[in-house]
């Protein structure tokens, strides 16, 4: 008791003593020497690794800040002068640090060699769990293992495939060159990028769910499904970089963005459960889905598909529209930018179009000149997983548990070490031999489409669906860029462009080869029930596939 009180009495004379003679100023001023002094270290020791300063409390963010603009080309850079891998923390508090790299071998490492031991993770979990619950894309373990075995066996099955190729075609030979036709008429431009969005959410619509989203309907009419899976995911992005303490404590309020978050979700949510519902009873009515080829009705009609809850059929569309949703479009965008600026490269791959004579797999420049597009401009321009345990990458890079990997797939494709002095080049070329398509690339070089057991499911319909848009349109009409816009990536975890692609569509003379006969896309009336917000089904199976 008596040393209590003494040390009690010490501490108020040390607290009385300092409130005496040290002043405010003073305390500033010990402040700013210990943050200078603490900066000072890292830059040194940021420059001798060759890579970007971590500042004290703050990490990474003011030089992100700084490179907001071009954020990947610095990325790309400062990773070429750092040898593939650099550290990286956020702000104080903010619960995130680990490392940043572009190094094949560590790329490899973290998705195959090590995959137990990156999952996503609950930092990326808890970012996402309102709009994707316990969906494939938000799921580790056991769960997301179920999920990937279902979706395998259903999306390469060939009824599935040609069910995906007939709701491609009905599409782009019954909206979007249409929509081209009309445009090309008056010469008006418009938005590219938009309009191929609208073309990849309603055709995702369609293989997931069989439902017509309707957004690429005639005079795009602004969809509220559409427009609420948008926000919820750009609310839920924007959770990544708004420290935790902040986003929590609105959650918990249900203020601001995330209180919008709740309610873009909760509109997201209701749709998937309707389709769900409409689902059930369908097969309650006429005792089977067997007219059915999109993924819920052949994931409710596959052996184990009577147990699987509404939760679990509603997790998992959501989060194949979220996979699917805007990377081919945004590909394609970039595609057709670099082609308005390669016309040697445009003539080539109008050629090899026209003289496949409609089919996409004999387009192997256009297959050459779309992976380019992609390896230099990847949709997915970076992507993380998080370490479970204490780990070192296989260039002695250390990581500790709970860090994060976070690989620089836009500076990969562009590293001259893998890709040669002409990396920065957009040369289709180099994908071809002896005038075919040669793949054969490690995919942990050109991690476009992820690599490893998590590689991207839709890789095949990607590219299904981008050879026969760009093919049709191409075999059409020259898709002009309007001159003096700003074409520039947006900083988001897609690689949107920030402004969009304004062009116009000049028609090709001589006229094209007609599209094929059968595939076109619902009529007027589906396009009624559409504006309507109604559920309409699109591309049921023949029953010539069954
Ligand atoms: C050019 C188009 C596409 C690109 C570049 C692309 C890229 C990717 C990437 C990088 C991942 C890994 C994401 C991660 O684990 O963090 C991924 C996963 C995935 N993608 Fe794609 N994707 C494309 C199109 C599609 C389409 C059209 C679909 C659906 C039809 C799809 C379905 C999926 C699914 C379900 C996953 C999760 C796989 C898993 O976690 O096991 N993707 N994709």
Redesign the pocket.
Known sequence: MAIASMAAAAAAAIVGAVREHVRASDLAVAGAVLFAFSAAVSAVRARRRGAPVLWPLVGIVPTLFVHRDDIYEWGSAALLRAGGVFPYRGTWGGGSSGVITSAPANVEHVLRANFGNYP?GPYYRERFVELLGGG??NADGEA?RAQ?RA?TAE?HSSRFVEFSVRSIEQLVYGRLVPLAERLSGGGAAVDLQEVLLRF?FDN?CA??FGVDAGCLADGLPDVPFARAFELATELSLLRFVTPPFIWKAKRLLRAGSERRLVEATRAVREFAERAVADRRNEMRKVGSLRGRCDLLSRLMSSAPGADYSNEFLRDFCI??IL??RD??SV?LAWFFWLLAGHPDVESRVVGDVLAAGGDIKRMDYLHAALTEA?RLY???PV?FKEALADDVLPDGTPVRARQRVIYY?YAIGRDPASWGDDAAAFRPERWMRGGAFAGGESPFKY????AG???????R??YT??KTAAAAVLSRFAVEVVPGQEVKPKLTTTLYMKNGLMVRFRRRSPPPPSPPPRHVVADDDDDDDVAAGRHVAVGSCNSNHL
Do not use: E, H
């Open positions: 996503k494939i894309f997301w990937r979706a999306m990849t995702i293989v997931a989060s194949f996979a699917g990377t081919s590909g992609m990847p949709p997915v992507d797939t991690a476009v489409f992820n057991p998590r590689l991207c499911i839709g890789k319909f990607a669906q981008m």
